[in-house]
């Protein structure tokens, strides 16, 4: 059921868009603003072409993009077996949906610099997360909202909902409530729902202490170059998937720091990522801590803080079009350009708190590479994570490390309409637990 405070925040959502949507009918002609801060959809094409099916609505979704309303509708749905090992061998079916909308006020001359982002989300199904034997996630769409049950459905939640301010080409804040699962890798990311299945090739591991999936914070934006990007991002340490997080700012915050460059190397597009966290007021377990008992009871001592580091790095090594495009859109989810990458993330974290010790992950991805399928992208990936060697992960059984392979292969069948099909192999550290073997199969449809 959904709180009264998240019934709050969406309400005032409603509201927000509706008079927006008002004042598009009276905002002059988009001739007469201001370029805009995003990007103009392209809604056109035939119905096998567009890369929205709903298409341009009869020129009026068109005319909401000029004066600055755009919104579709990302739907994915996908059905996962785990086929040998686990904890037990079943198959499970499922599907999210987000609906985005983006109010650029700069583009309809209300505020100058002004974005409101929102994103509702909705959950059905059950996913294999609870029965694959892993830590981290196999399906990381299914696992996105941070719900009492992971295979809960959901109705309607609002994960995102935050508004930025533009002060100049260089330099923006903002506020609100964030989702933090985006990676920012032109080879590893997509969110389970058009490249890689398992969280831990898609994200990083290392940040999960004390970075939840969703957060409500304050952001920093930093443009010092068109190749360079610093984001800076304040928020609470609970999850705010299904409330506003005004009241959960005494249970704990984090601050952290992301460092983006991109480059040419032999006139092939790359790039790298720094982040770099830091978690406090939270009680997190000192795995190395001493055991107490009190009235009976098994109470472990606790840390006031923790940690964490990471490094991503991507490179194209082969293009079959000439480079063009400069910076590449690392955010989508997508390799941009038809060719052949690698990627590479290194990670660790605080001993004292995190289980993790450090872990690497890489792969390499490939788009176009069978003839007449130009648009068709295939990867192979592999994680490896070693665990600290501490008593209380000992004391229960859990190995030092794990392991992840993952292969995908995402079909075009037009370019509003994905199928993915996924194998993954998972050594987990969790005891009496046999390597699983799973296969996966999703579409993808964006209107």
Do not use: C
């Amino acid at each position: 059921m959904l709180t009264n405070r998240f019934t709050l925040a969406e309400n005032a959502a409603v509201v927000l868009l509706l008079v927006v949507s008002v004042l598009l009918f009276t905002v002059p002609s988009a001739q007469a603003q201001s370029s805009g801060l995003l990007p103009l959809p392209d809604y056109s094409g035939d119905f096998a072409n567009r890369s929205y099916l709903l298409g341009d609505s009869g020129g009026k979704r068109d005319e909401w993009a000029k004066k600055g309303l755009t919104y579709d509708i990302d739907y994915n749905q996908y059905f996962q077996a785990v086929t040998d090992g686990g904890l037990e061998r079943d198959s499970e079916y499922g599907g999210t949906i987000f609906y985005n909308v983006n109010l650029d006020f700069d583009r309809m001359g209300l505020i100058p610099g002004g974005l409101l982002t929102m994103r509702a989300s909705s959950r059905y199904g059950k996913s294999v997360n609870d029965i694959s034997g892993s830590a981290a996630p196999v399906n990381t769409d299914a696992s996105y909202l941070t719900a009492s049950s992971p295979n809960e459905d959901i109705g309607l939640w609002l994960p995102v909902i935050n508004y930025t301010q533009f002060f100049s080409e260089e330099f923006a804040l903002g506020f609100g409530k964030y989702d933090t699962m985006d990676s920012p890798n032109e080879f590893a990311g997509g969110r389970g729902r058009s490249q890689w299945w398992n969280q831990t090739i898609n994200t990083a591991l290392s940040p999960l202490l004390a970075v939840p999936n969703v957060t409500t914070g304050v952001s920093l934006l930093l443009f010092p170059s068109p190749d360079t990007t610093f984001t800076g991002l304040v928020g609470t340490i609970t999850d705010e998937s299904n409330s506003s997080g005004f009241d959960d700012f005494d249970d704990g915050m984090f601050a952290m720091g992301l460092l983006t460059y991109q480059y040419q190397l032999g006139g092939l597009p790359g790039g790298l990522a720094v982040t770099a966290g830091y978690g406090w007021d939270r009680d997190f377990t000192e795995l190395n801590g001493r055991i107490n008992i009190d009235e009976g009871q098994l109470e472990l001592t606790t840390k006031n803080d923790t940690w964490f580091a990471q490094t991503s790095f991507w490179q194209y090594l082969w293009t079959k079009q000439a480079v063009k495009q400069q910076p590449i859109d690392v955010n989508d989810g997508r390799q941009d350009l038809q060719g052949v990458g690698v990627f590479l993330r290194l990670q660790t974290a605080d001993p004292d708190t995190n289980p993790l010790d450090y872990s690497i992950t890489g792969g390499i991805s490939g788009k176009g590479l069978i003839p007449g399928r130009d648009n068709d992208a295939m990867g192979i990936g592999y994680v490896y994570n070693k665990l600290s060697d501490d008593r209380l992960l000992t004391a229960v059984g859990i190995d030092t490390q794990s392991s992840v392979w993952e292969l995908f292969y995402n079909i075009e069948l037009t370019p509003a309409v994905h199928l993915t099909l996924d194998a993954q192999v998972v050594d987990s550290a969790f005891p009496d637990i046999d390597t699983a073997t799973i296969l996966g199969t999703s579409i993808r449809i964006t209107f």
